[in-house]
């Protein structure tokens, strides 16, 4: 499987194997979809279909990756205002949801460059409410890896300053899902 891999796409896949959280930046024609695909295929292999989620902000990209949008998901959406208080009922009333959950190894995101930061804070609130012991609820995604693909230059983010989230998403004090990707592997 890795010898179809170019050397860059093969370091990205090699930490995502050791299970480290990864970010796959990209534009058009990079192989991020090829690489993600191939990142889920083993994921889903080694920890089981249930135990791995894939989402993205359009139906297309979701259905690429045989996931389901981020709305639907998580129920944020485009004009989604993060309220902690109010996310926390919304979950806490889906026990089903919530089980869910509590058993996902790896969350993959696709076109990251059209969320806001506020998406991702409340994906990351939810994975940290449903964690499985209070230490794991302590650590980025409640302790899951995580697998983010997009193209920062190619869509502007939905609803925001594309300037100041650009600049958030580079910062080191920048939004909180970027700091917990251990690997940022840029694909030309």
């Not at 045989?66 to 709305?71: A, V």
């Not at 990251?112 to 230490?135: C, H, Q």
Request: charged content about 20%; aromatic content about 10%; hydrophobic content about 45%.
């Amino acid at each position: 499987m890795a010898g179809d891999l170019d050397f860059t796409q093969l370091r990205a896949f090699t930490a995502f194997q050791r299970g480290h959280s990864v970010a796959l930046l990209g534009g058009a024609g990079s192989g991020k979809s090829f690489l993600i695909k191939r990142m889920l295929e083993d994921a889903r292999r080694r920890h089981g279909e249930d135990r791995v989620i894939a989402c993205a902000w359009t139906n297309q990209a979701a259905l690429n990756l045989s996931g389901r949008t981020i709305h639907s998901l998580f129920g944020v959406g485009a004009g989604f205002n993060f309220d902690e208080q109010e996310l926390w009922r919304r979950v806490r009333k889906n026990n089903r949801f919530c089980e869910l959950l509590k058993n996902i190894q790896a969350v993959f995101v696709d076109e990251i460059s059209v969320l806001k930061d506020k998406v991702l804070d409340a994906v990351d609130f939810v994975m940290r409410y449903t964690a499985t012991s209070n230490r794991m609820a302590c650590l980025p995604m409640g302790g899951r890896q995580i697998i983010l693909a997009g193209d920062p230059l190619q869509l502007e983010p939905i609803g925001v300053d594309y300037t100041r989230t650009v600049k958030n998403m580079y910062s080191p004090l920048g939004l909180g899902y970027f700091r917990s990707v251990v690997s940022v592997v840029a694909l030309l």
